[in-house]
């Protein structure tokens, strides 16, 4: 019997990564987009491309795990 | 088409039969926290769902060579024993969804295919290593996995975003939830749907219909597709009801990190080629988010029911699958007699089913069930967090109502409340 350690080590490791960093970008978007409603002016405008910046890197994600389903 | 015999004709609408109850069954995975934080409503979670199933059906060319990934022999396997793991997969399929238990459609397969396959050649024809390397480890490995990555992703989440003003956050980790139920609706589509392709395709080569090695015809791939979409389109609102709500109470947050855990963990397994079942992960994933949030109750006597339905998966169908299997054995008036008791069997569940309806309209209301001693100890000892939500604080009220009565570390698991009996 043999069982695949590495494939399941990787598995855990990259559901685990992506998970928490996936997660804490949108949570930080999120945030940052309350942010920019409360502050005027340049924190605004900061709050509202960090904001941007983090959706976007979740959708690039969701692009490539759509790219993996088809692929 | 015009070979198709009478049985083969059976076992193909019984696939068909097969893949919706897959489809209704796992509707949860996806749509549960969607529904259950109000991310969607359900007819349009639902709806969504199904959508994406149908197009995940149609999207990857890649064919299942096997249905069983060496689990058992297929070399001359017979139309019958297909039949005959159908009809145990099927039946375990809506046992537990009577029951209300997210349980792996997948492994019910497995479990119907091991069992056929040792009533009809012996235990020869199971390759007993590929069962622990392809269906225990993985259920075991699941739901960790999901759970600890969607907890500590709550954790993070719960974390960054404490000073935000949660009306304002709640929006957002909806839509981000949806994306993420779109993701693990679409995947569950190429994943499943193939199934039932492959099998359908298996009984055409066994009958001679098709030449080996062939692609799945257009009107296999077409009513595969369909089928699984039908069938989560019209919900299994007991599991969704017990996922969504009845496990823990999501903030959407939660259900955001849940389901974002998921479709990471369902993606990065299939990819990487530990296949990891989709029900474990989800509901592993929804356990971890109940668990990431302090203060969050999770209620483990539904979890440890959940646990016994996993456990039972495999032989449970495989019992009825290898019965089924010596009774198509016996010649034309046995797969007759199976496939009446496959109806009788469903319209028995579907009649106790009608009992206590669960439906589209009911499904978000609390479960019934009342606190387990552990949970209730556990959110005792744990306070929550203010501005939490409100079915979180009555729960501890209830908590502290009971822990005036009932001294909770000696109580043991006898003071466990009981239970509805199983049917």
């Known amino acids: ?71 | 088409m015009e070979h198709i015999t009478l049985l083969l004709g059976i076992v193909i609408v019984t696939a068909l039969v097969f893949d919706f109850t897959n489809g209704f069954h796992d509707t949860a995975n996806a749509m549960a926290t969607t529904i259950s934080t109000g991310a969607l409503r359900p007819k349009m979670a639902v709806a969504m769902s199904a959508a994406l199933n149908l197009l995940g059906a149609f999207l990857s060319v890649e064919v299942a060579k096997t249905i069983s990934g060496g689990i058992i022999n297929e070399k001359g396997i017979r139309v019958e024993v297909i039949f005959a793991a159908l009809v145990g997969a099927i039946l375990w399929n809506l046992l537990t969804w009577l029951l209300g238990l997210p349980s792996s459609s997948s492994h019910a397969l497995f479990g119907g295919l091991i069992g056929a396959a040792v009533s009809s050649a012996g235990w020869s024809a199971v390759n007993g290593s590929t069962i622990v390397t392809k269906v225990l480890i993985p259920a075991v490995a699941a739901p960790i996995v999901a759970g600890l990555a969607s907890m500590l992703a709550t954790r993070l989440s719960y974390a960054i975003g404490s000073r935000a003003e949660n009306k304002a956050t709640a929006k957002g980790y909806r839509a981000g939830s949806i994306a993420s139920a779109g993701l693990v609706s679409l995947a569950h589509g190429t994943n499943d749907a193939q199934k039932t392709m492959g099998i359908i395709t298996l009984a055409l080569v066994t009958g001679g219909v098709i030449a080996p090695g062939s692609n799945p015809p257009t009107w296999v791939i077409v009513s595969a597709g369909l089928a699984i979409a039908l069938g989560t389109y019209l919900g299994g609102w007991r599991i969704i009801r017990t996922l969504g709500k009845g496990l823990t109470d999501l903030a959407p947050q939660q259900g955001f990190a849940a389901q974002t855990s998921a479709a990471t963990a369902i993606l990065a397994s299939s990819h990487i080629g530990f296949s990891l079942s989709t029900t474990q992960v989800c509901s592993g994933a929804v356990l971890g988010a109940g668990l990431g949030r302090k203060g969050g109750v999770v209620r483990w006597s539904t979890a440890t029911r959940m646990l016994a339905a996993w456990i039972m998966t495999l032989p449970a169908a495989g019992l009825v699958g290898a019965g089924a299997e010596l009774l198509t054995k016996q010649g034309t008036w046995g797969t007759a007699a199976t496939g009446v008791l496959l109806i009788a069997g469903a319209g028995v569940i579907w009649s106790l089913s009608r009992r206590k309806p669960i439906t589209v309209d009911n499904v978000n209301d609390v479960e019934t069930e009342p606190v387990g001693v552990v949970t209730a100890a556990i959110a005792a000892v744990t306070p929550p967090p203010a501005g939490q939500l409100v079915t979180a604080d009555t729960a501890t009220d209830a908590a502290a109502d009971l822990k005036a009565t009932i001294p909770a570390p000696d109580a043991g698991p006898s003071a466990e409340p009981t239970r509805p009996a199983t049917v």
């Open chain 1, 1 to 71: 019997m043999k069982i695949d350690w590495a494939a399941l080590g990787s598995v855990f490791g990259v559901s685990l990564a992506v998970t928490v960093a996936l997660v804490g970008l949108f949570t930080l978007g999120v945030v940052s987009l309350t942010k920019k409603e409360s502050s005027r002016g340049g924190g605004a405008a900061l709050a509202a491309t960090g904001a941007y910046a983090c959706f976007a890197a979740c959708t690039a994600a969701v692009a490539y795990g759509i790219y993996l389903i088809v692929a």
